[in-house]
């Protein structure tokens, strides 16, 4: 089954708005990343955080893990048009089944900043 | 430093066919990992080749393959292609971190 889910599946906001989305996973993990991606192009990687790490900055992102909930969010706050785009969590966690470290990622959230 | 190059960025091919893809990482990295991305499925990893020999893989069906050279860069290879393989697929490379740095895709369309 799949590691990461996020939700919601799609959010709409105003520009200026802050956006919450959130990430929930399986099993333990060794980090949990956030990615955009802008109209089915590369992915760009946001923010990492680590299994013992609570909270995280960057600009206007803010990422938390609970490990005890196994669960992430991603915050954006003050919201600008561009930044209209899919947002996704990955985890990385050791599987001794598939050969040592491996990379899910969920589905995905897709946020529209309207102007 | 330049990013990860992905070539062709777009393939129209037929049922039957196979295609090639190529990857080049950041210099440096030695981690090249492959995923499938499609609407209905999400992203999902294809498999992940470091130093030449392949480290991890996903479960995708023996038609898709891959190999990395002595200079990071990788291919992947799908045979007897069918509908259902039409997707984009991303390439990363990773250095000594965790993170992993995507390039911006093939775009497969099998008629």
């Known amino acids: 089954s799949q590691q990461g889910e996020e939700d919601p599946q799609a959010l709409s906001i105003q520009e200026g708005e802050n956006a919450t989305m959130n990430c929930s996973y399986k099993?333990?993990?060794?980090?949990l990343q956030w990615y955009r991606q802008n109209s089915g192009r590369g992915l760009v990687h946001l923010i990492l955080?680590?299994?013992?790490?609570r909270e995280k900055h960057s600009g206007r992102l803010r990422v938390t893990l609970d490990t005890s909930k196994k669960s992430s969010s991603l915050l954006i706050t003050a919201s600008r048009a561009a930044d209209t785009a899919s947002y996704f969590c990955?985890?990385?966690?050791?599987?001794?089944?598939?050969?040592?470290?491996?990379?899910?990622f969920g589905p995905g959230t897709r946020l529209s900043v309207l102007p | 430093k330049a990013g990860v190059t992905q070539t062709p960025r777009y393939l129209i091919k037929t049922r039957g066919q196979q295609v090639t893809l190529s990857c080049s990482p950041i210099?440096?990295?030695?981690?090249v990992s492959w995923y499938q991305q499609t609407p209905g499925q999400g992203l999902q990893f294809l498999f992940e080749?470091?130093?030449?020999?392949?480290?991890n893989k996903g479960n995708f069906p023996g038609r898709f393959s891959g190999r990395q050279f002595s200079n990071s860069r990788s291919e992947m290879n799908v045979s007897t292609l069918e509908l259902g393989d039409s997707a984009l697929y991303l390439c990363?490379?990773?250095?000594?971190?965790?993170?992993?740095?995507f390039g911006p895709g093939t775009r497969l369309l099998v008629l």
């Open positions: 990955a985890t990385d966690f050791w599987a001794w089944d598939n050969y040592g470290q491996n990379f899910v």
């Open positions: 099993t333990s993990i060794n980090n």
């Open positions: 080749y470091f130093s030449e020999t392949q480290r």
């Open positions: 210099s440096g990295h030695r981690s």
């Open positions: 955080i680590r299994s013992n790490e």
């Open positions: 990363a490379s990773r250095g000594e971190g965790e993170t992993q740095y």
